[in-house]
């Protein structure tokens, strides 16, 4: 699969900002099921000060802002090459412990809404469990367009039963490293069968599993990633793998529109 992606995020401020720096997560890298063929990021009214990989091998570029701008508008844009390993990733990577992906956040806390779902799945084999648990997550909680806030938790969408991909997959890290498997989220953009625009990046998960390595679960559609999925950022939550996040002083309310296309070549 050839697919072309364009990502504009354009910001709209309500006065000047006098200073701003922002980390951009808009950039994947070449993986055993992807080969970036090109990938450029420009930005309007800001410049790129620097670029970096972080400790969870994210490519990393921090931008500033001109200053008394009232607008900025950054685009990503490249072709990537993917191929259907059926979602195996393979053995770790990059400089963080494997031990790292075992560790809980405020967003992945498993309380007692993950521990109950934990309790429904029984099968004995590492992977089929954690297949049984991505169903049990999507069959507990409902998918819902709007439905949740960005700053709920695992157990704010469970006890709400509805949520959106980054919900999900915040309950699934919860519960998967409650049973003992390192686990990951994962940002990044997935082709759709109905359509090419789209306003927001996709969120789904990884485990590691003992012979298998990293192992891709989309707890919304209920697959393991295919050529579909262009994997971007990784982290403990959704806070390491955002793809903007940042700082400013001025412009005290803002405005933001994201524009996403991904097509077939």
């Not at 559609?221 to 700082?247: C, E, H, K, Q």
Request: aromatic share 8%; net charge negative.
């Amino acid at each position: 699969m050839h697919l072309h992606i364009k990502h504009i995020t354009r910001y709209r401020f309500s006065g000047p900002v006098t200073y701003g720096l922002q980390q951009l997560r808009k950039t994947p890298k070449t993986t055993r099921a992807q080969q970036i063929l090109t990938w450029s990021t420009s930005i309007e009214n800001g410049r790129k000060e620097a670029d970096f990989t972080d400790h969870h091998n994210n490519a990393v570029e921090l931008i500033s802002f001109d200053r008394d701008t009232t607008e900025l508008t950054v685009t990503s844009q490249g072709e990537v090459v993917l191929e259907d390993v059926s979602g195996v990733l393979g053995r770790h990577l990059g400089p963080a412990p494997l031990w790292l992906y075992e560790q809980a956040t405020k967003r992945t806390e498993a309380k007692s809404g993950a521990r109950a779902l934990i309790r429904k799945v029984d099968e004995p084999e590492p992977l089929d469990r954690l297949h049984a648990l991505s169903k049990t997550i999507r069959d507990s909680v409902a998918f819902q367009v709007g439905a949740s806030e960005p700053s709920w938790s695992a157990e704010d969408a469970i006890s709400h039963g509805k949520g959106v991909c980054q919900d999900h997959t915040h309950i699934f890290l919860a519960c998967a490293r409650a049973m003992g498997f390192p686990a990951r989220y994962v940002s990044g953009y997935l082709m759709l069968d109905d359509r090419t625009a789209q306003d927001a990046m996709h969120a789904w998960a990884e485990a590691h599993v003992e012979a298998l390595g990293w192992v891709g679960f989309d707890i919304s559609n209920g697959i393991s990633p295919d050529t579909r999925y262009v994997r971007v950022a990784t982290g403990l939550d959704y806070a390491d793998a955002a793809p903007i996040t940042g700082t400013r002083i001025g412009g005290p309310e803002e405005r933001l529109e994201v524009e996403i296309d991904v097509t077939q070549q």
